[in-house]
């Protein structure tokens, strides 16, 4: 279809106002995308239908722009937000050449490919999601990441132990008990494992945190994204575990970053 049908034709105002009529907020935006993606009318309709019903739209196009790159994203992988955008600022202000960088919880591989596309790094990536890794092997593998599949820190080569410059952890983050009130792109058609945060939303953090310092070299940093009501309790989390805190925020995106950093050992 071309540029005078998106725009001018009916079949950009009937999707526009199906897609308003289903909430979308960017309903324009999303129309011309739908539009660019289909190969036919069959197939542009059922887009549309996938859209109203509350498939992110990520999932349907099969990418998601983030930080300037596009990244892939498959069916039930957790779609990166833009306000993660800060947590890729905050990383790469800290990031050197050839820093040894590992992506916690990676999901689609969208924070590690950026940064490996803003600096040349050696780059891992772990999930416990089987899915997720691979759609991070396909985001990820022409920067030379590698990719591991389990739980944490469990699956990584135990060389690194002592050895990392920065790593970065979206962990999930949401209460259990607020996991019903997640609109229905997450809740319904992302991993549950990749919003549940447990109780208070912060176990995965807790978890990380503990055994950061073991894997960071001396001077290296833990980076965290959190949300500005657990900020304190994460905070305590890293302070408790030996971490050099502090807490970064933009108020455009939302969003909250914790940095810990592992005390460099006192020389005499």
Not at 2 to 10: F, L, P, Q, V
Not at 167 to 193: C, D, G, M, Q, S
Not at 240 to 248: A, E, F, Y
Request: net charge negative.
């Amino acid at each position: 279809m071309n540029d005078y049908e998106i725009h001018s034709g009916k079949i950009f105002t009937i999707i526009v106002n199906k897609l308003r009529a289903a909430g979308c907020v960017f309903a324009e935006d999303e129309a011309r995308l739908l539009i660019a993606f289909a190969g036919t009318t069959t197939e542009l309709s059922d887009m549309v239908e996938l859209r109203t019903t509350g498939m992110p739209l990520e999932h349907i196009i099969g990418w998601a722009e983030f930080c300037g790159l596009r990244i892939i994203v498959d069916k039930g992988v957790f779609v990166p937000r833009q306000r993660t955008a800060f947590l890729v600022e905050q990383a790469a202000a800290l990031i050197r050449q050839k820093s040894v960088v590992l992506d916690l919880c990676c999901g689609s591989g969208a924070v590690g490919a950026v940064l490996a596309y803003l600096e040349q790094i050696e780059l891992y990536a772990t999930d416990i999601d089987p899915v997720s890794v691979q759609c991070t092997r396909r985001n990820v593998t022409t920067a030379g990441g590698r990719v591991y599949e389990g739980d944490l820190f469990e699956p990584l080569p135990i060389i690194l132990r002592g050895c990392v410059n920065v790593i970065v952890a979206n962990t999930p983050y949401v209460p259990t008990k607020a996991i019903e009130f997640l609109p229905p792109e997450a809740r319904i058609h992302e991993a549950r494992i990749a919003l549940d945060g447990g109780t208070d939303g912060l176990d995965v953090q807790r978890r990380v945190v503990a055994v950061a310092p073991l894997w960071l070299a001396p001077g290296g940093h833990l980076l965290i994204e959190t949300s500005e009501r657990q900020k304190p309790q994460t905070v305590d989390i890293f302070t408790s575990c030996g971490l050099i805190t502090r807490v970064t925020r933009s108020d455009e995106l939302d969003a909250t970053v914790v940095i810990g950093t592992k005390p460099a050992p006192k020389t005499f």
